[in-house]
T-cell receptor, first 114, second 118 residues
């Protein structure tokens, strides 16, 4: 099956710094990538949808200036959490899709902001 | 806006027993329905999906789910579970009645942790 990787799997950063998370589709070209956030014992919440070469579409309530998403190629999307604060600590998951109704998920990145 | 409710956060069962993981949704438009499974330290994997046609859908490892429109449910069942079925299961819906603007946008339930004991 299709494989999606995320890097890093875990990251700890200090408050006020920025951190970048990469999402790669390893064996297929992803026209669309999605970024989710998962709080403990909560469901995944869609943050934004990105299509290769165009600006990401953010869900209501998600700060686009704080969560910068770039989808520069058909195999790579990045999420940059700018000026991170402890409340940004969470589990971030990406998914990639090349056709309708088929999303392949990455293993997630645990972000801890101290 | 749609929502998904998984009524049980944890379901412990013994090996070879039947199991049902419940999922109810609310939506003002027609939906596609999915079950995803997440094994420890792995990403979510699609288990099965309902798009159209027969309301009973099956996975390759013995799970099945039935779309019940009148009850807005999509419960997941397996007649005999194995230790290897221990994982977290997520129900998700995608609107398709909004002119294509919701393509790929999944709304997830809270997840159900299935633990199979020997």
């Amino acid at each position: 099956g299709a494989v999606v990787s995320q890097h890093p799997s875990r990251v700890i950063c200090k408050s006020g710094t920025s951190v970048k998370i990469e999402c790669r589709s390893l064996d297929f070209q992803a026209t669309t990538m999605f970024w989710y956030r998962q709080f403990p014992k909560k469901s995944l919440m869609l943050m934004a949808t990105s299509n290769e070469g165009s600006k990401a579409t953010y869900e209501q309530g998600v700060e686009k200036d704080k969560f910068l998403i770039n989808h520069a190629s058909l195999t790579l999307s990045t999420l940059t959490v700018t000026s991170a604060h402890p409340e940004d600590s969470s589990f971030y998951i990406c998914s990639a899709s090349s056709e309708p109704y088929e999303q392949y998920f990455g293993p997630g990145t645990r972000l801890t902001v101290t | 806006a749609q929502s998904v409710t998984q009524l049980d956060s944890q379901v412990p069962v013994f090996e070879e027993a039947p199991v049902e993981l419940r999922c109810n949704y609310s939506s003002s438009v027609s939906v596609y329905l999915f079950w995803y499974v997440q094994y420890p330290n792995q990403g979510l994997q699609l288990l099965l999906k309902y798009l159209s046609g027969s309301t009973l859908v099956e996975s390759i490892n013995g799970f099945e789910a039935e779309f019940n429109k009148s009850q807005t449910s999509f419960h997941l069942r397996k007649p005999s579970v194995h230790i290897s079925d221990t994982a977290e299961y997520f129900c998700a819906v995608e609107d398709w009645g909004t002119g294509g603007t919701s393509y790929g946008k999944l709304t997830f339930g809270q997840g159900t942790i299935l633990t199979v004991h020997p």
